[in-house]
């Protein structure tokens, strides 16, 4: 199969397994989906959808964020993991929310990166689900996905959402780096990965990927 028809085969059997494609965190809102998305960081978005409803029954704007103190976040959030450094990110871009953007949460990449504890993979979340800008945030999934199917060298997560943007059609991105994610979580995991269940990589993945899988098959049979 040359590039061209890898990719083809790639979003076509996507778009078969996920017509409608779930959004993995919940929110109701811009502002809810910022904060969501920064504490899903090293966390799993199974654990961030069980805290955020005790967050947001507490605060779901930014007006009612800052009258909690970062320590009374802090303990909310704790099970999410890295709660020191998120809880004053949560206060504090809210604050700055409500001196810059009377409350609503901007719609550029520039200014959501300039927000405390918002990097580029969060900016990108916020800008695909919540205004529907074409972006490719790369997550561990996409970006191990990416490097089995030969996609991109896995050098680092900002090569391949370049790679990403350079072989996928723009109009397909917002989409895509959802069906892809839940795709790596069912059929192609990073752990107890059955490539006769992974039918991308089984048809066209990297040849050293597939055949380290099948070594490692065989030692584990002695």
């Known amino acids: 199969m040359t590039k061209k028809e890898k990719i083809a ?11 409608k494609i779930p959004i993995p965190l ?17 966390s799993t978005d199974v654990r961030v959808n069980q805290i955020t409803p005790l967050l947001f029954d507490r605060a779901d704007n930014p007006f009612a964020m800052v009258r909690l103190s970062v320590d009374e976040i802090r303990e909310i959030i704790k099970p999410v993991g890295l709660s020191p450094m998120k809880s004053k990110g949560i206060h504090g871009l809210s604050e700055i929310l409500i001196e810059k953007y009377n409350g609503e949460v ?19 979340v916020v800008m695909s689900q919540a205004f529907g800008v074409p972006a490719f945030p790369v997550d561990t999934h996409i970006h191990r996905l990416m490097y089995r199917w030969g996609f991109s060298n896995g050098k ?37 990965w059955d490539l006769d269940k992974d039918i991308i990589t089984k048809t066209i993945g990297r040849k050293t990927v597939i055949a380290e899988y099948q070594k490692s098959k065989k030692s584990t049979k002695k």
């Open 106 to 124: 901007p719609q550029s990449f520039e200014a959501l990166e300039e927000l405390p504890a918002v990097g580029h993979k969060t900016a990108s």
């Open 156 to 192: 680092n997560v900002n090569q391949t959402e370049k790679d990403a943007k350079r072989l996928f059609p723009k109009e397909l991105w917002n989409d895509l780096h959802l069906q892809i994610i839940w795709y790596g979580r069912e059929y192609s995991p990073a752990r107890g």
């Open 9 to 19: 085969f790639t979003i076509k059997t996507l778009q078969e397994l996920y017509p």
């Open 26 to 42: 919940d929110h109701k809102d811009p502002y809810t989906l910022l904060i969501a998305v920064l504490m899903s960081a090293q």
